[in-house]
């Protein structure tokens, strides 16, 4: 399949060995607005084009790999819908519920693939746990997601105010990894706190206690504090069981599993581009959409 990447910003280095070592992806350009992105350097060898219109007309491409900020994707990915290319896309698709659905049934209209990029799920800690433990047994979850992204603890550092605020970020990557877990069908809150950075209306503190499909889960995301770690808490048939994604590894009943040596994110993208089924995944965009949207800060 001829793929072309269109955004080459701090993310999208993370892609170059999965799209790379994998026989059906054959990346046949890239594309940045600006001539001068972070990731060109990584991609010097694959043609560069500074406009996807140009790319598209230029090049034959079964799929577009969108990896632009979320307020471009609306635009991008309808374009690249209506010329018939299959496309993948980073997290969030786009926040407005209207646009959003739009694009969904585009894709569905014009029997095309649109697949949102919830790399969470790819994390060989969490493959490995769907693996060797049954997702049955979980009695209780806590997930705690912690990212350096105020370096005064009160405001949001300028880099990231194309996030949406951490509940955005990373609810939806933490969603995206419950779902695999928990149907997220009936979804309950029980508390919520949000701390909101001083320079934009944005949260840089979120908390929910929610009790999903019966199960009690705890989500906690901090970007206030000078760390990346990652961890999964859960009660597993009556015991604890870590899984801890920075470290990528899974503690449980005196054993500890470690799963690689390969950097994290490098790691997700690796195992989606090898495990890709070529499917969209439109109900699970629309749920986890859902659950966001029923516990954001404004609602
Ligand atoms: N950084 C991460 O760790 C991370 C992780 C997961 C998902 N994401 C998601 O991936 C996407 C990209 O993240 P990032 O951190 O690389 O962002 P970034 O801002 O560093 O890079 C985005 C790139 O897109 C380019 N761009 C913007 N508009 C464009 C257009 N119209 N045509 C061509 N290029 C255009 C910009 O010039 C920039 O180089 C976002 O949607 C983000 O939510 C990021």
């Not at 892609?15 to 994998?22: C, E, H, I, M, S």
């Not at 026989?23 to 890239?30: S, T, Y």
């Not at 877990?181 to 309950?188: A, D, F, M, R, Y």
Request: one cysteine or more; charged letters at 30%.
């Amino acid at each position: 399949m001829n793929v072309g990447l269109i955004g080459l910003g701090r993310l999208s280095h993370n892609y170059y060995k999965g799209l790379t070592d994998n026989k059906n992806f054959n990346l046949v350009a890239v594309c940045d607005k600006d001539e001068e992105a972070v990731g060109r350097k990584i991609y010097k060898d694959v043609p560069f084009y500074n406009s996807f219109f140009d790319m598209v007309h230029n090049v034959h491409l079964d799929y577009a790999l969108v990896a632009t900020p979320e307020f471009t994707h609306y635009g991008i990915v309808k374009f690249l819908l209506e010329n018939n290319i299959n496309v993948i896309v980073e997290k969030p698709l786009e926040m407005e519920k209207q646009k959003r659905e739009e694009l969904l049934a585009l894709a569905e209209r014009n029997n095309l693939v649109l697949r949102v990029l919830y790399h969470y799920q790819y994390a060989e800690e969490v493959l490995q746990f769907d693996k060797l433990f049954d997702k049955k047994k979980i009695n209780k979850i806590k997930v705690l997601i912690n990212n350096a992204y105020s370096s005064d603890g009160l405001n949001l550092d300028p880099q990231f105010y194309s996030l949406h605020g951490c509940y955005i970020d990373a609810g939806i990557n933490v969603l995206s990894m419950l779902e695999k877990w928990l149907p997220l069908e009936e979804v309950e809150l029980v508390d919520r706190k949000f701390i909101s950075a001083e320079n934009v209306k944005e949260p840089i503190y979120a908390k929910l206690d929610l009790i999903v499909d019966k199960v009690p889960v705890e989500i906690e995301i901090d970007w206030r504090i000078h760390s990346n770690e990652k961890i999964t808490h859960m009660v597993y048939e009556g015991k604890p069981l870590e899984i801890n994604h920075t470290k990528q590894e899974i503690k449980y009943d005196g054993k500890v599993h470690n799963f690689d040596e390969m950097e994290r994110l490098t790691r997700h993208y690796y195992n989606f581009f090898k495990l890709f089924d070529g499917k969209s995944n439109l109900n699970e965009v629309r749920k986890v959409y859902q659950v966001i949207n029923k516990f954001d800060s404004n609602n």
